[in-house]
């Protein structure tokens, strides 16, 4: 342990007093050294990155009692707290959050909602909306490989978040020819990062993906022998997979429904259905209140559904209420209706009104309807 330190020397004095040459009143002092051993006053400063944990009882005591409380409290808190540093960073890694797969009570069916089901899938069906033919599930018939495949699945997830699907499309399509024409566990590896950022930049968070990217597929080369995993679980350990991505990737990747993928749009428009008893604040709860009423069959295509709905008709700002079906038949509690009232019409009523009461001669003013 190195320690820094000073000496101050301290000698005892004693005063002489003399006449003073020019006035009676003043009595002039001289200081003089007594003779003797001289008194040393030492400090001990403490690196604090070298003091070790064990030696801090050691450190107390080694402290001069001239020291202050202060001094010796704010030193033993610093090397306290390099000594927590040190033992976190040893520590090994935490383990993965286990995903919750149900509520402890189920949340009950709301009304009418197979009537509010089947009418967006009538509409679904007759307007194509852009995940339909860039979605998630589109990346792994560009590549032969079984594994392939269920990666470049999971690559697509991942790059699709805070992503509209039109820059997910394009940004997969770069990065499979920027690591060679195929996306494979061992070509991402071998790729830099440069080469992944500039594939990828389009998307949001693109910075972050890339080390994500990178860090997923060493996961899964040196984990799961170059695979995708097939629980949620498994899935969700994987640097930026959530559970909305681990319950997609199982769906398309190993065809096994297992949950709900809920994202945005599934979360909005089934909050502005009031199909949850009190509104759902987050995407998970939502997932949980969905899985506990809706039958299983319908886990794995209400995300696509209501993904297309949301980007075609039920938008999050401006709504198309007028074009919904929904909102005739009254399924909707959230929809809007436009007023027809016309600009032209209530100005001329006014106009009428103020020359009916005024007896003054009366003007008439015709304004035409927009």
């Known amino acids: 342990m190195s320690a820094a330190r000073r000496v101050a020397t301290e000698r005892a004095t004693r005063l002489a007093v003399k006449s003073s040459p020019y006035h009676a009143a003043v009595t002039p002092c001289d200081a003089q050294d007594i003779p003797g051993p001289s008194t040393t006053r030492r400090r ?210 190993w065809k096994l429904n297992l949950g709900i993928g809920v994202d945005v749009h599934v979360h909005r428009i089934t909050n502005r259905l009031g199909w949850h008893r009190r509104p759902t604040k987050n995407p998970e709860e939502t997932r949980l209140n969905l899985q506990s009423w809706l039958p299983k069959e319908l886990h794995g295509e209400i995300n696509h559904m209501l993904v297309g709905f949301g980007q075609t008709v039920c938008l999050p700002v401006g709504p198309k209420c007028d074009s919904c079906t929904l909102s005739s038949a009254r399924l909707c509690p959230s929809a809007q209706t436009k007023k027809s009232t016309k600009r032209g019409s209530r100005d001329s009523v006014s106009t009428n009104s103020l020359a009916e009461s005024d007896p003054r001669p009366k003007i008439e003013i015709e304004v035409e309807n927009a």
Not at 154 to 181: C, F, H, N, P, Y
């Open 44 to 253: 001990i400063r403490v690196k604090q990155e070298d003091v070790e944990h064990d030696d801090l009882a050691d450190l107390a005591d080694r402290l001069p009692a001239a020291a202050t409380k202060k001094r010796a409290k704010t030193k033993t808190t610093e090397t306290t707290t390099s000594v927590t540093i040190t033992e976190t960073k040893s520590r090994s890694p935490k383990k993965s959050k286990v995903i919750p797969q149900s509520l402890a009570v189920p949340h009950p069916a709301p009304a009418r909602w197979k009537e509010a089901y089947d009418a967006i899938k009538e509409m679904r069906s007759r307007i194509p909306a852009p995940v339909d033919t860039m979605g998630c599930d589109q990346a792994q018939w560009k590549e032969q490989d079984p594994k392939n495949s269920r990666f470049a699945t999971l690559i697509s997830l991942m790059l699709s978040s805070q992503t509209k699907d039109e820059v997910t499309d394009a940004a997969v399509a770069r990065l499979r020819t920027a690591v060679g024409g195929s996306l494979s566990v061992d070509a991402v590896i071998a790729a830099d990062e440069a080469t992944i950022s500039e594939a990828i930049c389009k998307v949001g968070f693109w910075r972050r993906k890339t080390q994500y990217i990178k860090q997923a597929a060493q996961r899964l080369r040196d984990d799961f022998d170059s695979d995708v995993p097939k629980t949620v679980d498994e899935l969700c350990s994987l640097p930026g997979v959530g559970p909305k991505m681990a319950f997609l990737a199982l769906q398309v990747a």
